[in-house]
């Protein structure tokens, strides 16, 4: 029997490139060695876009298609859509009742988003109860599957803690060893910063897509910040300081190429320019099979939706049998 491990992404539209590098391309590699259930996370989307639901299904299926174009394989790991395995709401229900307020009032990312909506929507906002429940939800998706390992980034390790906690009362309570202490899972790839030098994300507009064009990505990458210090394109640069281009190169390229990027630009016998006209060259070859495949999948808008709704079902499957479990185990009618 392989381990479980179950991990989600907010539906938050076409993903980047550090969704690629920091999320994906682990998933792909995790498949292989685990019982996967990979889940688009729309429930967790609505506790903030409640009011802005134009996009919400688009969004979806928009992660689904990326994970599809970069080798996540639904005939290998479950992929699912969170609202449509309801039980995991009931779920949350039940977690919900046993979960000490003081619990989730503590939670770090919970004072980030209040701390983003307040600067978004003026002091007076609130945090919905939805939100408020945000951590209890997200334990009900790991405790629907009893999943023992949880991918994800260092900023979601606090959730996990509050899972493992959940998990420790709910067996507590009821006198079980039912549920299982998640461990979180951690990637440890290099992360890449946006074109403009701080964290890559969608809302910063700093980002490159998975779906750019070629020519998107390449005008894109023109943007990209070098080495502020550097005047004329014949001066010798510094590559450790390029706060953008030279960190790609060391991501995209290969051994012999980081060295002639290197080599040159401290002699100053490359261009920031021609530096980074080369470099879109090289993200566009390492990315055109993903974006031949994504395209397929765009156009065939049938089989995604059958993907969805199979791996949907398949997820629904066993999250019956564990609810019914938990219902006999609580004492439910
Ligand atoms: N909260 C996670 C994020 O914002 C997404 C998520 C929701 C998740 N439920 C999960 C991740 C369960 C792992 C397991 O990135």
């Known amino acids: 029997m392989k381990d479980r491990i179950v991990t989600g992404m907010r539906s938050t539209g076409k993903l980047h490139l550090g969704h690629y590098l920091g999320v994906i391309q682990n998933l792909v590699k995790l498949q292989k060695e685990y019982e996967c259930f ?17 996009n919400l299904k688009q969004d ?27 039980e995991i709401a009931e779920l949350n229900v039940y977690l919900s009742m046993l979960t000490p307020q003081n619990w989730v009032e503590r939670d770090p990312c919970l004072k980030d988003m209040a701390k983003i ?44 803690e509050i899972t493992r906690d959940i998990v420790r009362r709910f067996n507590n309570i009821y006198k079980t060893d039912f549920f299982k202490e998640p461990k979180p899972l951690l990637n440890n790839c290099s992360l890449i910063c946006g074109l403009d030098g701080n964290k890559m ?23 990209a910040i070098t080495d502020r210090s550097r005047m004329h394109k014949d001066d010798p640069g510094h590559p450790e300081n390029c706060e953008v281009a030279f960190k790609y190169w060391k991501i995209f390229g290969n051994e012999e190429q980081v060295k ?73 009618y």
């Open 38 to 54: 990979f889940f688009v996370a729309d429930w967790h989307a609505l506790t903030t876009k409640y009011d802005k639901t134009e």
């Open 60 to 86: 979806v299926t928009d992660v689904v298609i990326d994970w599809l174009a970069c080798g996540i394989d639904p005939d290998i790991a479950t992929i699912y859509v969170q609202s449509l395995v309801p």
């Open 117 to 160: 909506l307040r600067t978004k929507q003026g002091a007076n906002s609130q945090i919905s109860y939805g939100l408020m429940g945000y951590p209890v939800l997200m334990s009900a998706d790991i405790m629907m599957f009893n999943a023992t390992a949880i991918p994800v980034g260092i900023d979601q390790v606090a959730h996990i």
């Open 201 to 223: 994300g969608k809302s910063f507009q700093n980002d490159i897509k998975i779906s750019d064009t070629e020519e998107v990505t390449a005008k894109k990458m023109m943007s």
């Open 260 to 332: 002639i990027v290197k080599c040159e630009c401290e002699k100053g016998l490359r261009g920031c320019a021609d530096c980074k006209r080369q470099l879109g060259k090289v993200i566009n070859e390492k990315f055109s099979p993903i974006r031949e495949k994504r395209r397929y999948y765009e156009e065939h808008p049938q089989e995604v939706d059958k993907i969805i709704i199979q791996g949907s079902e398949k997820a629904r499957v066993e999250a019956r049998k564990i609810l019914s479990d938990v219902r006999n185990i609580i004492g439910m």
